[in-house]
């Protein structure tokens, strides 16, 4: 990588590589740098805009209401973060993801216009994606927060209705040890007079403190939007304004209804400005689609693939495999970051899994094979040495931890009979996991975007229709 802008009409590729050299820190969050670089650049959006943030569920919900909103006619723009297979996936306009050479055109703008101020890779490269919707023409954007809120880039853009999916522990080093500390970072995507909605069925007080205190419109899940359903069918109930006889989301998962609700009660806000009928919401949770997320990939044996990487995702993952029925044998290709709760997030799914093929992720923040199974060890009760970073990824409580102080270890469960192997790479292990499975198993392949995307990458290769 070289510290050296690339050449006018270089690659994608070599500006990617490029963004990785160009500020000192990989995240350093903060809005004064973007702030200024955005005020050269005149950049402003003269559309609704809407912002999710959330430790799970950011993802689906704005994948429901592009779907919902494309489907009603209107000219949307989404951005996103991670991507799985490419860059591209995170800008799109349309339904439509952002070409190389669009993305370029944006990021040789943002170079000149720079100065002096550097900028992160994710700071860059939302620069990026607003200039793009700032030039097409929009009249909808969803935005999704990459890391908390109240110092995210996503968070320069003043929201016209925010949406707050879930709160939990995740990114504790940068948002604080306790869902009451994660909570107020994320309340912060709120505006004074806008439409706040809330998802979570157990908000922490300080989201709703901060939304009291800075005059935002709050709706809580429960209180002022809810939902009911059966098996055939379900229903959105707002403050005002009711859909019946609503066809259950095409994204898997027990908590798509409450994402899909979030939606809902979004637009609903919303509509004095966007017109969504029924049949739009119908056909737009009919038709949505998110890689990735609790997806069951067509034929045997059954092979599931979820980016979940944190212990409220995990125990959301575990309720989805319940409901899926017995199988003799699950197989668990898992690859995750070093900055994660690896060993609460694991235990989550430790009762579900017979066989863990654990894999090495690489990169700063990847974890080792070994280390992953160390800690796969020490949750199933296995009399495996314990070295330093078990320690480290010990559950922190929610709640009770204070900064800078280290968890005790969870107490190990009954010890199980499972088996631990390891491997240099998800994909690896994947192929390893489909030599020993048989048609009536299943694999579970999840912990990371960088575990799913590899094994993504794979399938695509074999000409599976695996990204819709």
């Known amino acids: ?72 006619g209107y000219r949307v723009g989404q951005y996103t973060s991670p991507h799985l297979l490419r860059f591209n996936e995170r800008i799109r306009i349309n339904g439509q993801e ?36 700032q030039a097409s023409n929009l009249e909808v954007v969803v935005l999704e927060v990459g890391l908390g809120g109240r110092l995210d880039a996503v968070n320069l853009i003043d929201t016209d209705c925010a949406i707050l999916t879930s709160v939990d522990l995740d990114h504790m080093a940068y948002l604080g040890n306790t869902r009451e500390a994660i909570g107020w970072e994320k309340a912060h995507i709120f ?35 809810n939902y009911s359903g059966d098996r055939q069918q379900w229903a959105y109930g707002g403050r005002s304004q009711r859909r019946n006889a609503l066809g259950y989301p095409a994204l898997r998962g027990a908590n798509q209804l409450l994402n ?13 400005r966007l017109v ?8 737009g949770l009919l038709h949505v689609s998110l890689p990735g997320r609790m ?44 900055d994660k709760d690896i060993g609460t997030t694991l235990s989550r799914l430790s009762r579900r899994v017979d066989r863990w093929l654990c894999a090495t ?44 102080v280290r968890a005790t270890p969870r107490q190990a469960v009954p010890a199980q009979d499972v088996q631990v192997s390891t491997f240099d790479s998800p994909e690896q292990a994947f192929a390893e996991a489909r030599k020993l499975a048989g048609d009536n198993d299943r694999i579970l392949v999840f912990g990371s975007f960088a575990t799913v995307g590899p094994v993504l990458q794979v399938l695509r290769q074999e000409g599976r229709d695996v990204l819709s």
């Open 1 to 72: 990588m070289s510290s050296i802008a690339p050449a006018h009409g270089a690659a994608l590729a070599d500006w990617l590589a490029y963004l990785e050299t160009l500020h000192p820190k990989a995240i350093d969050l903060g809005l004064d740098r973007i702030r200024t670089v955005a005020q050269r650049l005149e950049l402003s959006l003269d559309c609704v805009k809407i912002t999710v943030a959330g430790t799970n569920g950011k993802g689906s919900t704005c994948a429901m209401l592009e779907a919902i909103l494309l489907d009603a």
């Open 276 to 283: 969504v009928t029924q049949q739009n919401v119908r056909q």
């Open 98 to 133: 952002a070409s190389d050479a669009e993305i370029v055109a944006q990021m040789e703008r943002i170079e000149a216009a720079r100065g002096d101020t550097t900028l992160t890779y994710f700071e860059m490269t939302t620069l990026a994606a607003l200039l793009l919707f």
């Open 260 to 272: 899909a609700s979030a939606a809902l009660a979004a637009l609903e806000n919303l509509r004095d």
């Open 361 to 404: 992720l690489g990169g700063p923040r990847g974890t080792t094979g070994q280390e992953l199974a160390d800690i796969v060890h020490r949750i199933t009760g296995d009399t495996a040495p314990v070295d330093p970073f078990v320690a480290q990824a010990a559950e922190i409580k929610r709640g009770d931890q204070k900064p800078g």
């Open 191 to 225: 505006r004074p007079g806008k439409p706040a909605i809330c998802a979570d069925p157990v908000p922490p007080q300080t989201v709703i403190d901060y939304a009291a205190e800075i005059g935002a419109n709050l709706w809580r899940f429960g209180i002022d939007f």
């Open 295 to 338: 997806q069951i990939l067509p034929g045997l044996p059954a092979t599931i693939l979820d980016v979940g990487h944190n212990p409220h995702a995990a125990a959301t993952l575990g309720q989805n495999l319940d409901s899926m029925g017995h199988y003799p044998h699950t197989y668990a290709v898992v690859g995750m970051l070093h």
